[in-house]
Nanobody, 124 residues
Framework: QVQLVESGGGLVQAGGSLGLSCAASGHTFSRYAMGWFRQAPGKEREFVAAINWSGDSTYYADSVKGRFTISRDNAKNTVYLQMKSLKPDDTAVYYC?????????????????WGQGPQVAVSS
């Protein structure tokens, strides 16, 4: 059983930046693909970004492409999400997720472990 502990989140004004961190337990973290998802009030949980096991391949949702960056540090068992040029529409609870595969995926149901999801609120 893998545990994911997230940190970060908070309130930021539009156009600002914010970083999220997700620390995973287990010494085999480097073999897990990782992803970030978000869920806004009244909406379905949606894909944001993903990264493969080695960190040399990433994929982003169209809504965040060019503004968000996913990265990982396998030595620290941690995945990050750097968000810039934030918009009010980015307001949501953000979840990190782990998949028992070297390849990432954009589908919620194909991820095996989930973090608790800090709230990110972007004001106008």
């Amino acid at each position: 059983q893998v545990q994911l502990v997230e940190s970060g989140g908070g309130l930021v004004q539009a156009g600002g930046s914010l970083g999220l961190s997700c620390a995973a337990s287990g010494h085999t973290f480097s073999r897990y693909a990782m992803g970030w998802f978000r869920q806004a009030p009244g909406k379905e949980r949606e894909f944001v970004a993903a990264i493969n096991w080695s960190g040399d391949s990433t994929y982003y949702a169209d809504s965040v492409k060019g503004r968000f960056t996913i990265s990982r540090d396998n030595a620290k068992n941690t995945v990050y999400l750097q968000m810039k040029s934030l918009k009010p529409d980015d307001t949501a609870v953000y979840y990190c997720a782990a998949r028992e595969s070297t390849y990432y995926c954009t589908l919620v149901y194909e991820y095996d472990y989930w973090g608790q999801g800090p709230q990110v609120a972007v004001s106008s």
